[in-house]
């Protein structure tokens, strides 16, 4: 069984699910890594969808409107005329009467889609948001390889940095013991005829005891 089935599918049951190519944080994923090609397809296709579903609640909504109109002037109509209609104004009544038809047929036309299309909305954003958990999850098991990695590099490091830092203090404890030596016959001039490159200080009598001290032990 696929982590897809065993574990996505079984996460996203009665969750409410974002329209994903209207989510902003959604694209925002997209700019730390590619898009499938899956993905690229049904975000084309979910948008698709969006766009006609729109396109369809406007035609509904400006169709309900003409009718509306369209029984208004027949209700206007019969109140101001009664039995007395001119032939002028018969005429009006039947046009506005047979576009009121059409506009029930286009009504009727467009029932399948009212429903089709949201549900067909939800199927696509559904895919689109596994295929999204299966990108964020190979990107986070990468990213976790990466850490893991740096972070053993950085553990390497540190170790290393100690070393560093020991043999340095090594390194300057040996100049010192050099320099305290030439400068007790040289005096200042030692700096010039032995290229000194550090500030360093001439041992007292104090640490010359501490470091013998720190040897024998």
Not at 178 to 184: A, C, D, P, S
Not at 190 to 208: C, G, H, R, S
């Amino acid at each position: 069984m696929s982590r897809k089935e065993e574990v996505f599918i079984p996460a996203l049951e009665n969750k409410k699910i974002p329209l994903l190519t209207l989510d902003n944080t959604w694209h925002r994923l997209f700019t730390q890594t590619d898009p499938s090609d899956e993905i690229l397809a049904l975000e084309e296709e979910l948008n698709d969808l969006l766009k006609k579903q729109g396109k369809l609640n406007t035609d509904i909504k400006d169709i309900r409107a003409l009718k509306k109109r369209l029984m208004d002037e027949i209700v206007e109509q019969m109140n101001e005329m009664g039995s007395n209609m001119s032939k002028k104004a018969e005429k009006k009544l039947n046009d506005n009467k047979r576009l009121i038809e059409e506009c029930n047929e286009k009504l009727q036309e467009y029932g399948d889609d009212v429903y089709d299309i949201p549900k067909k909305i939800n199927e696509v954003n559904y895919k689109l948001m596994l295929e999204t958990m299966e990108i964020c999850y190979e990107q986070i098991q990468e990213n976790n390889d990466e850490i893991e990695s740096i972070s053993k590099w950085v553990d390497e490091m540190r170790v290393e940095l100690k070393k560093k830092v020991v043999q340095k203090q090594q390194k300057l404890k040996k100049n010192q013991n050099f320099y305290t030596y030439m400068h007790n016959i040289f005096g200042a001039e030692v700096i010039n005829i032995f290229d000194m490159k550090y500030n360093v200080e001439p041992l007292t009598n104090q640490d010359t005891v501490k470091d013998n001290k720190e040897k024998s032990e």
